[in-house]
């Protein structure tokens, strides 16, 4: 998971206003929540979550799902 964090990220910061950025977001959350990286997960997905707030496609509810993973995680309930 690490190599593809870095991958993902990279791809980020060199394409910023990509067509894929939202799926490219919510991997590197997903990444993220896999690697214990909680309160990154979060960012992420919060980044996620505002991108997609207005379709509120399936991105947006996997993002809130995910949220609510590592809040769990963290003990946040």
Do not use: M
Request: charge should be negative; include cysteine.
């Amino acid at each position: 998971y690490e190599e593809s964090l870095k991958s993902l990220e990279a791809f980020v910061l060199a394409y910023p206003q990509n067509t894929k950025l939202v799926e490219t977001l919510y991997l590197k959350g997903r990444n993220e929540r896999f690697l214990g990286k909680y309160v990154e997960c979060l960012e992420t997905f919060h980044g996620v979550i505002e991108l997609t707030k207005i379709k509120k496609d399936s991105y947006y509810h996997y993002a809130l799902y995910q949220s609510g993973l590592c809040y769990e995680l963290i003990g946040d309930t």
